[in-house]
């Protein structure tokens, strides 16, 4: 018995700094993900528009010169009821604030985001790093249809 104890004392310690030993292991294996992640957003940035990935080819979505308002409150009536859970208009929230959103984004990158979120965080590079930048919290299917999805879009304009 007595021996067992000793043997305990003299093997805790080596247990205890083999644990921190592994821990730091994991970080290091960390941290080039996330900065690999950073290098794929300043790419997709730098590398021309991008429309995503979805149902909505380069081209599907026409913007008018002025703000069809009849399109936009159908938009904030949607919105209201499907996406103010995690996004408010002009704050980030569990979502970034939308207001703005077309001076970052394509109007078809905006649709398939909102029509196709699954696909976009898996593969589209800017959709990607927001992910990451949200902590991981995902942006939600709500099903909306393209009709519906494109009042938003012009919901969006108004901010
Ligand atoms: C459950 C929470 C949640 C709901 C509900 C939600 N979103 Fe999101 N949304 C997010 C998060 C989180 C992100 C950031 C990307 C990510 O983490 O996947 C995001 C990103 C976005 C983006 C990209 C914004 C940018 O700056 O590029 C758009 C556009 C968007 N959401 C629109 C909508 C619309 C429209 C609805 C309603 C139909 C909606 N979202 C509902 C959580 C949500």
Redesign the pocket.
């Known amino acids: 018995m007595k021996h067992l104890i000793k043997s305990l004392f003299i093997s805790l310690p080596i247990l205890l700094s083999s644990c921190g030993g592994d821990d730091s292991a994991k970080k290091e294996i960390k941290d080039p993900i996330k900065k690999s992640e950073k290098k794929v957003e300043a790419v997709a940035e730098t590398s021309g528009p991008n429309y995503g990935i979805g149902p909505i080819a380069k081209g599907d979505v026409t913007i008018g010169d002025a703000i069809d308002t009849a399109m936009a409150e159908q938009g904030k009536e ?2 209201d009821k ?2 103010t ?3 408010k208009p002009e704050k980030k929230f ?3 604030a ?1 207001k703005g ?1 077309l001076s ?2 394509t109007p078809e990158w ?1 649709m398939n ?2 029509l196709n ?1 699954e696909q976009m ?1 898996k593969e589209d590079a ?2 990607r790093a ?2 990451i930048e ?1 902590n991981g ?4 299917n ?1 099903n ?1 249809t393209k009709e519906q ?1 494109r009042q ?1 879009l012009e919901y969006f304009r108004t901010l």
Do not use: D, S, W
């Open positions: 949607v919105y499907m996406c859970a995690c996004h569990i979502g970034p939308p959103v970052r984004r905006v985001m909102i979120p965080v800017t959709a927001l992910l949200f919290a995902p942006m939600a709500q909306l999805a938003v």
